[in-house]
């Protein structure tokens, strides 16, 4: 086998390597766009969805602390939002939070139904139930947003950037203008 026939085999072998890499780099960087782009719909989900619960929350607070709506109260309005909203969106959340938010719903429905016998006993079970469930959901859509972390690493590059606003751009500052004016003169 001559030279150039190695060279030319080499090339070939490097070729296929290189493109091999490529190919799964991109098939790497399009699941990275994917997972950003479902962490972003994730993401508006949860705005809008707890929105709804938080109205839905509202009317049970009213409920608790005014008896006279008993009769006439936009609870199940309320609720049909929150589940519509939480069934249209099922396929973007995972199973763990697919389950907190079935026991929400399950919960408020619970709790109403108890609100409307009018024992005030098992009302109050309810509720507390319903509230625990909520806090559940929400626990785990800060972790799973990981509101706390980044909230974290906020505060530490805000420290940062005021240390070195204060401090070093202060300085470089002073020198540069004191350099000028040493070499203008």
Request: aromatic residues 16%; glycine residues 4%; neutral net charge.
């Amino acid at each position: 086998m001559e030279t150039k026939d190695l060279f030319f085999s080499a090339g070939i072998i490097f070729t296929t390597i290189a493109s091999a890499i490529t190919l799964y780099l991109g098939f790497k960087n399009r699941r990275n766009t994917l997972r950003e782009h479902l962490y972003k719909e994730q993401f508006a989900f949860f705005l809008l969805f707890l929105k709804s619960v938080n109205k839905l929350n509202f009317e049970i607070e009213g409920l608790i602390n005014d008896p006279e709506k008993r009769k006439q109260n936009n609870f199940y309005e309320n609720l049909e939002v929150v589940s519509n909203e939480y069934y249209n969106c099922e396929f973007l959340l995972t199973n763990e939070l697919s389950g907190l938010i079935n026991n929400l719903i399950f919960q408020s429905n619970k709790f109403y139904t108890s609100y409307l016998s009018t024992n005030k006993k098992e009302y109050n079970l309810f509720y507390n139930k319903y509230f625990d469930s909520y806090t559940s959901m929400l626990n785990y859509i800060r972790d799973f947003i990981g509101t706390n972390e980044l909230s974290k690493e906020n505060k530490i590059l805000h420290s940062q950037e005021g240390n070195i606003s204060k401090n070093s751009v202060l300085k470089l500052i002073m020198e540069i203008s004191e350099n000028f004016v040493a070499s203008r003169f």
